[in-house]
């Protein structure tokens, strides 16, 4: 794992034990780096609802912005496969395979993963919170 992807504050609470038939909604930051490069996504809103995970992003690096999207479908319990849209402030857009596995622990999501961009793979790691 990742120094620095526990982000979210920890506050007590309980989630459903299954996703199936619920829309939960998290927040907090993900870390996601190859060797070289470390991008810290802060997530305002992760949704889980109907075997689908959905978030939006929002960063700054090397002083400049970027944005992005990731949405994927669920493949087997827990591990879900999709596209992510990024936009690096200066560049055009592009999308990329996404896979992200998870983990319900108490009112905390943890996700882990890895996205594809020109062939070079960018590890996610990190824990989100449920949002009361």
């Known amino acids: 794992m990742l120094a620095g992807s526990l982000r979210a504050s920890r506050s007590g609470g309980q989630l459903p034990q299954t996703l199936e038939d619920y829309s939960i909604k998290f927040s907090g930051e993900i870390d996601v780096a190859n060797e070289d490069h470390l991008w810290i996504y802060k997530i305002p809103c992760c949704v889980i609802s109907e075997g689908k995970i959905s978030f939006d992003f929002v960063g700054v690096k090397d002083g400049c912005k970027f944005t992005g999207h990731c949405i994927a479908n669920e493949r087997s319990p ?4 999709g596209l992510g849209k990024f936009q690096y402030e200066g560049y055009e857009a592009y999308e990329s395979p996404i ?24 590890r996610m790691d990190g824990e989100l919170e449920k949002n009361l």
Do not use: A, N, P
């Open 99 to 122: 896979e992200v596995s998870i983990k319900l622990e108490d009112i905390f999501l943890e996700i882990s993963g890895k996205w594809l961009e020109d062939g070079v793979e960018y």
């Open 78 to 81: 827990q591990k879900y496969s």
